[in-house]
């Protein structure tokens, strides 16, 4: 009988990271969600996929700015399997901030949630990943090359995951391969006020006219998990936009 693969997901409670739980889980992994705040969609989705397989999920919660919450939510991770096969580094911090009002404050919960978390948890499970032959898959975003305005803290955070994902697939070579998703738009942000025709302009910039689904992101994880001969990538699912 094979053994039953485990993935991590940070931010795995809602929105895209729900959907790649989903897709793993039914691919057969055992799933380990991270969420902070949205511990009812957490539990929701967790108590879907105990219906569906005996434990096949737990939920894990950390506060990604609190380095006490961090480090006791990795230790609740490594009591709580004995084994790691990917970790995707999901979760995400977004918010703007332009340049005449952006703070230190700012610019540090922007790189803690969105390089300096993925680059210490990577560190904190390599042992397992090692064990496993796993992999990491880092969620990044396809603007990031291009930039946003008003989102400069945002897209400097993001250029810096990118940067870690290609170093450590260098680093971590053979045993644990390392790559990244760049997704287009997939979901309007939960915050967003554009009104339909900004929308449709920035829809119109891809090259298949339409924004993506997020069942396209969890695919293209998966793929990066099967596909062996992948590291040091940084895969772009955005409709065609950034060939444009």
Known sequence: MDKEKVVLIT?????IGANIARYFHKMGFKVILHFNS????????????????????ITVQADFSDEISVNKA?????????????????ASGFFSTPIETATKEQ????????????LFLVQAFKPMLESSNGCVINISDSEV???????????????????????LAKELAPKIRV?????????WPEEDHADKEIREQIINKTILGRIGHPEDIAAAAYLLYKSTYMTGQVLKV???????
């Open 74 to 90: 990795i230790k609740e991770i490594v009591n709580s399997t004995e084994a790691l096969d990917v970790l995707i580094n999901n």
């Open 107 to 118: 610019w540090s919960s922007l790189l803690d949630t969105n390089a300096t978390i993925p």
């Open 145 to 167: 090359s291009s930039g946003i305005p008003q989102y400069s803290l945002y897209c400097a955070a993001k250029a810096a995951l990118e940067s870690i994902t290609k170093s």
């Open 11 to 15: 931010g795995g409670s809602k929105r």
């Open 238 to 244: 955005d409709g065609g936009r950034s060939s444009l």
């Open 38 to 57: 949205s511990m009812e969609e957490a539990e929701s989705l967790k108590n879907d996929f105990l219906s569906k397989r005996k434990d096949s999920c």
């Open 179 to 187: 790559n990244a998703i760049a997704p287009g738009i997939i979901l």
